[in-house]
């Protein structure tokens, strides 16, 4: 997220299996459950932009 851009706070349900797992995730690399989550979500997000650029090439 860039300096200055607004956050939009988001509810999100999760099973609690899946919460556990993320939880155990952000305290092995130091991040809140959600630094976890936008981290993980952001990085879905440039792979999937970068499989489009090689389309469209």
Do not use: C, F, H, S
């Amino acid at each position: 997220m860039k300096k200055g851009e607004a956050k939009v706070q988001t509810v999100l349900r999760l099973a609690p299996m899946m919460r556990e797992w993320l939880l155990g995730k952000a305290d092995a690399n130091g991040r809140t459950i959600n630094g976890e989550v936008v981290y993980r979500l952001k990085k879905m997000m440039e792979e999937e932009m970068q499989g489009e650029q090689k389309q469209r090439a």
